[in-house]
C-alpha cells in the first residue's frame, strides 16, 4: 500500500509548486483549537455530572428530561456531519444546487416524524426501534434483522463516510498522519460518549451546532465577497470550467444547463425531480421516522410538546445547507475551477490522487485558503465538532441496538450494570472496526461521496421504511408479511447494489459498463419501486394469514393509540432489572456484597457505574413512573403553538422549493 490517503499524501503539498505547506502553523488557529476542545470536554463533563447514567433511562435516554431546544439542535447535528460539508460541497461544485433539495426535504419530513411517529413511540413505552416491532409483531427474527442491519448501515454508510471526509479535511488542513489525526478524534470522542451518555452527546451537540453556523456563515461571507454577491456569482459559475480539458466531451466539464434548478427533467436529470419528490421521502422517511440515532434524541424529551418544538427547530436549521454548503461549494468552483472543476484525470490525480475529479476538496479548500488566522482555526473546529458529534450519535445509538436488542438475548438474566458494562465494551469495539475500515474506505469511489452514501440507503432501507410506516397506520399488518417483506426486499435491494459495485459507479470520462436495465434506473426511482413492493408484498402475505388480536395492539398503532385497556404482549420482556439490592442470593444464603475499594469508585463514576440507585419503588409507584413515561398528553396553549409552528415550516418549505425550483 502506498503512502496515500484517498490521494492526499500525508503532509499537504502545494499543486502549484510541489512544496510541502501546514495550513495550521501559527499560534491564533491553534489555540482556538484547544480552547475549543478544552470547553468540549467541560460541557460532556458537566453534563456526565448532572444527569443519572447509572440507569438504562438514564444513560440511553438522558432520563426523559431534555427540554425542545437542545433536542432539535442535536437533531440537526446528528444529521449533518462532515460527510455533509465535503460531500453536499463535492456535489454542488459538480452539479448545482439540487444537492440542496435533499436537505429541504426534511421539513416536511420532521413534522411527519413529531405528529406521527413520536406519540406512538412513546405509547409503546419502547427505547429502541427494533424494541417497537417486537412489541408491535411478537417474535425475536425481525428485531434482530432490523439491529444488525441498522449496525451495518451505520459502519458501512455513516461511520465509513464521516471518517472519508473528516481525513481528506484534516490532511488539507493539518497534514497530519492521516490515521493518527482519525485514531486522535475518535479516542476524544468515545471519551465522552463512554462516560456520559446521551445527556453528553445532547449537550456537547447543542455547543457544536452553534460553533457550526456560526463558522459556517462566516465562511459563506468571506466567499461571497470573493466573487462580488449573488447575481455574479451565478454568472461565474456558468462559466467555471478547467483551463486543461483535452478531447474531453464539453457535457463532462461545462456546468449543467438546469444548475440552479432543484427540480430536474424526470429522464435526463441527474436528480430526476419525482426522485427528488417521492424516491427521497422515502429514504427521508426511514432515516428521520424509524432511524435509532434520530428517534432516541426525541424519546428524551419530557413532554410530547417539546417533541413537537424540537422538530420544528430542527426543521428550520435544515434551511440552512443550501446557504452554508452548496453555495459555498459551487463559489469554490468558480475561484478554483483547475483543480475543483478538474477533468482530465491525469491533471485530477496530479491535484488530489482521484482521477474520478476532485470536487470533493471544494469546501476544505475554500476554508484553507480563505480564512484568516484564527478563523481558519474556527473552522476546523467546526469540521471536528460535525464528525465527532455524527460518530458520537452513532456509537450511542449502536450500543443501546446491541445492548437492548442482541446482548438481552444473549443474557436474559444480566443485571443494570451488566447492561451499561456491556453497552460501553461494544462502543469500544465499533470503534476498533471503524479503525480497521480506514484502509477498506480507500477503495471507494472519491469523486461519489455523497452519491455513495445515498445509493447504498436507496437499496437497503425502502423495505424498512415499508414495514415501519404499515405496522403504524394498517392493523392487519403481522409478523409473517412484515418478516417476508423485509426479507425480499433486502434481496433485491443488495442484488442491484452488488451489480452495481462489482462493474463500478465510472465517471463522465470513462463510464461504466454496467447494463442499462441494472443500473440504468436512478437510485432515488430504484427507492420508489423497492418501497412499493415492498408494500405490496408485506399487505399480501398479511392478508392471507392470521391476523393480530386488538387487545396485543393497544397503543401500538394509529387507530387504537388511545385506548386505556391493559395491552396483552405477544412476547415477554427479554431483560428485567433484578438487581435489587446489595445482598447476592446464593441457594438461599444472603451474602453481603462488600463495598469497592477507592480506585474502583473512582472508575465506576468515570463511567456512570455509581454503586448508587435508584430507590426501590412499589408495584404501584412502578406502574405509575411508566404511565408519566408514557404520558402524550400537552397542555393546550402549547400545542396549539407548536401546531401553528408546524404549518408555518411547510408554507416555509413550499416556498423555497418555488423559489429554487
Known sequence: MSHDYFGFSYIRSNARNGTATVALNNAADISVIVVYFLVVLAVGVWAMVRTNRSTVGGFFLAGRSMVWWPIGASLFASNIGSGHFVGIAGTAAAAGIAIGGFEWNALIVVVILGWLFVPIYIKAGVVTMPEYLKKRFGGQRIRIYLSVLSLFLYVFTKISADMFSGAIFINQALGLNIYLAVIMLLMITALYTVTGGLAAVIYTDTLQTIIMVVGSFILMGFAFNEVGGYDNFQDLYMNAVPSITTNISESCYEPRADSFHIFRNAITGDLPWPGLVFGLTVQATWYWCTDQVIVQRCLSAKSLSHVKAGCILCGYLKLLPMFLMVFPGMISRILYPDVVACVDPAECEKYCGASVGCTNIAYPKLVVDLMPNGLRGLMLSVMLASLMSSLTSIFNSASTLFTMDIYTKIRSGASEKELMIAGRIFILALIGVSIAWIPVVQSAQSGQLFD???????????????????????????????????????????????????????????????????????????????????????????????????????????????????????????????????????????????????CKKAVMCFCGLEQKKAPQLSPEEQAELQKKLTDTTELPLWRNVVNANAIILLCVAVFFHGYYG
Open 452 to 598: 455513495y452514501i445515498q445509493s447504498i440507503t436507496s437499496y437497503l432501507t425502502p423495505p424498512v421504511a415499508a414495514v415501519f410506516m404499515l405496522a403504524i397506520f394498517c392493523k392487519r399488518v403481522n409478523e409473517s408479511g412484515a418478516f417476508y417483506g423485509l426479507i425480499i426486499g433486502l434481496f433485491i435491494g443488495l442484488s442491484r447494489m452488488i451489480a452495481e459495485f462489482a462493474y463500478g459507479t465510472g465517471s463522465c470520462v470513462n463510464p461504466s459498463n454496467c447494463p442499462t436495465i441494472i443500473c440504468g434506473v436512478h437510485y432515488l426511482y430504484f427507492s420508489i419501486i423497492l418501497f412499493v413492493v415492498s408494500c405490496i408484498i408485506i399487505l399480501a402475505i398479511s392478508l392471507m394469514t392470521k391476523p393480530i388480536d386488538d387487545k396485543h395492539l393497544y397503543r401500538l398503532c394509529w387507530s387504537l393509540r388511545n385506548c386505556t385497556e391493559e395491552r396483552v404482549d405477544l412476547e415477554k420482556e427479554d431483560w428485567v432489572d433484578n438487581q435489587n439490592s446489595n445482598y447476592m442470593d446464593i441457594e438461599g444464603k444472603h451474602i453481603y456484597k462488600e463495598e469497592p475499594g477507592l
